[in-house]
């Protein structure tokens, strides 16, 4: 059953137009800040398993460092065809904890 974990704390998360790969638990979760708004989602794209966390936040999309397959942090969804996705995490903060439902 999923459940809200602890991720991170405000002060860790990417400034507006990055993304961050944190560790929880035996995964790799990606957050990305677009515009203010915080995503997580898994870190693992699709094509051929590149650390999403680490590439680059574009147009409101998330750009893998390998490839560069633009992943929406909203929905996971690839934005070349979007019936492809990673999973989308909820988030939500509570004091100075991100928290992340996984």
Not at 28 to 53: E, F, T, W
Not at 65 to 91: C, F, L, R, S
Request: proline share 8%; aromatic share 6%.
């Amino acid at each position: 059953m999923a459940e809200f974990r602890k991720l991170a704390t405000k002060a860790e998360l990417p400034e507006p137009g990055k993304a961050k790969e944190f560790p929880l638990g035996d995964k790799m979760v990606c957050v990305a800040n677009v515009g203010g708004v915080i995503s997580a989602m898994d870190n693992v794209c699709s094509h051929r398993g590149g650390p999403l966390g680490t590439g680059v936040v574009m147009d409101g999309k998330v750009i893998c460092p390998w490839h560069g397959w633009a992943y929406d942090p909203q929905t996971g969804a690839v934005a070349h065809n979007p019936a492809m996705k990673v999973a989308v995490y909820p988030v939500k903060v509570e004091g100075d904890d991100v928290l992340v439902e996984i």
